[in-house]
């Protein structure tokens, strides 16, 4: 069964550095990759997202990916993080198995500290 | 502007009552699908639609039921069955039900027990 772990449930930046999300999955073959953000009470929006090519994908608001089968990640970057990017992040894989079964981790809270 | 519209915001429910969350999208998808979001629980599926008057139930339906008699509107009902139903409530649609289609999300609205 697929599976996505984000072994960080919290963490905190301060403005302006660089910031790294790690998202782990497991999957038979090649996956479907996404990473969506939500803002305290609102839906989510998708950042990026990845089916194949290139392996470094750039999404909005400056965020990047980079997926690397070899350790089954799809990590999100940003070179510089501003406060509005105070959020949670949510990595997301989709399988194959007959409808768009999308599987979500357990998401990643950022804080941006002056 | 499309999008999808999730009503009402906030749902308080008493002991022993169905309650009614609405999902409407202008967005001419075939798919939807309803999530519940618990705290660093990620997004679980309740259930899912592909195509008008058909519908799949997902990994937590017990206690909810569908409807999808119109192409817009995909109705939740928590029924008492479910004796859990504090939670955020996302609906989500794509255009079609492919892999490599990123699903929209709503606004969700937060049910309460009374």
């Known amino acids: 069964a697929q599976s996505v772990t984000q072994p960080d449930i919290h963490i905190t930046v301060s403005e302006g550095a660089s910031l790294e999300l790690r998202c782990n999955y497991s999957?038979?073959?090649?996956?479907?990759l996404f990473w969506y953000v939500q803002s305290p009470g609102q839906g989510l929006q998708l950042l990026l997202k990845?089916?194949?090519?290139?392996?470094l994908v750039q999404g909005i608001k400056g965020f990047e990916a980079e997926f690397k089968r070899s350790q089954s990640s799809f990590n999100l970057r940003k070179p510089s993080v501003h406060w509005s990017d105070a959020a949670e992040y949510f990595c997301a894989v989709v399988n194959s198995g007959g409808y768009q079964k999308v599987t979500f981790g357990t998401g990643t809270k950022l804080q941006v500290i002056p | 502007d499309g999008g999808i519209t999730q009503s009402p915001k906030y749902l308080f429910r008493k002991e022993g009552q169905n309650v009614t969350l609405s999902c409407e999208q202008n967005?001419?998808?075939?798919?939807m699908y309803w999530y519940r979001q618990d705290p660093g629980q990620g997004l679980r599926l309740i259930y899912y639609?592909?195509?008008?008057?058909?519908?799949q139930k997902g990994d937590i339906a017990e206690g909810y039921s569908v409807s999808r008699e119109k192409k817009e509107s995909f109705p939740l009902t928590v029924t008492s069955a479910q004796k859990n139903p504090t939670a955020f409530y996302l609906c989500?649609?794509?255009?079609?039900?492919?892999?490599?289609?990123?699903?929209?999300f709503g606004d969700g609205t937060r049910l309460s027990i009374l």
């Open positions: 999957y038979g073959a090649t996956p479907y």
């Open positions: 989500a649609s794509t255009p079609r039900d492919r892999l490599n289609q990123p699903q929209h």
């Open positions: 967005l001419n998808h075939d798919a």
């Open positions: 639609s592909q195509i008008v008057n058909d519908f």
């Open positions: 990845y089916f194949s090519g290139d392996t």
